[in-house]
């Protein structure tokens, strides 16, 4: 018998699993700035076609063999497309989530409490920024394969994380949020 999801969270969106989607990801390039397709808003995408199956795979098998990463969008995979995956399950600044999943033409529902933190991303790999961003938000979006509507309410880094990876569909970069250049610094590099 299926357990109730925890407060806030969305049932649906804990129990997708990449293995939903029954075709193998492939490991793609992940694009640098100024690369175009990451200044362009993404298209809307049909979720249950093949094309959109295949890129969620992708999408989650680039994420994977990535280290430190916790979100990717279509853009970054030089797709432009409304489509990332998520998971900040193993980083150390989460409270709670939903594991792996994606979204496909997702948008914010709502946010509340805006907090300035640290953000980097594979596409922008020398830099890192002081962005505020809301650290409640409820997101819809819909899940690849069938197609699903959900809805999901995230907080902290979960949230944070969310609002990057809808911004790379809308053609923005973390460094387009940030308040001006004392915000941005050089990605420290550890050994």
């Not at 030089?78 to 998520?86: H, K, L, N, R, Y």
């Not at 997702?106 to 809301?134: F, I, Q, W």
């Amino acid at each position: 018998m299926n357990q109730p999801a925890p407060e806030g969270l969305n049932a649906q969106v804990l129990a997708w699993s990449e293995a939903d989607l029954g075709v193998e990801g492939r490991v793609l390039d992940v694009v640098r700035a100024p690369a175009t397709v990451l200044s362009t808003v993404g298209e809307a995408v049909d979720p249950t076609s093949a094309e959109s199956v295949q890129l969620a795979a992708d999408l989650v098998a680039t994420m994977r063999v990535s280290p430190g990463c916790v979100g990717l969008a279509a853009p970054q995979v030089g797709v432009g497309a409304q489509m990332f995956c998520v998971d900040v399950s193993e980083h150390p600044k989460t409270r709670d989530h939903h594991g792996t999943f994606v979204l496909c033409n997702a948008e914010v529902v709502s946010s509340s409490r805006n907090e300035k933190a640290r953000e980097g991303c594979m596409s922008v790999p020398d830099l890192t920024g002081d962005v505020k961003r809301a650290s409640r938000l409820v997101v819809r979006g819909q899940l690849p394969g069938s197609g699903e509507e959900v809805e999901l309410s995230a907080n902290a880094f979960e949230a944070r994380c969310l609002q990057h990876e809808i911004d790379h569909c809308q053609g923005l970069l973390f460094v387009d949020r940030v308040a001006g250049a004392h915000a941005i610094y050089a990605r420290q590099t550890y050994l």
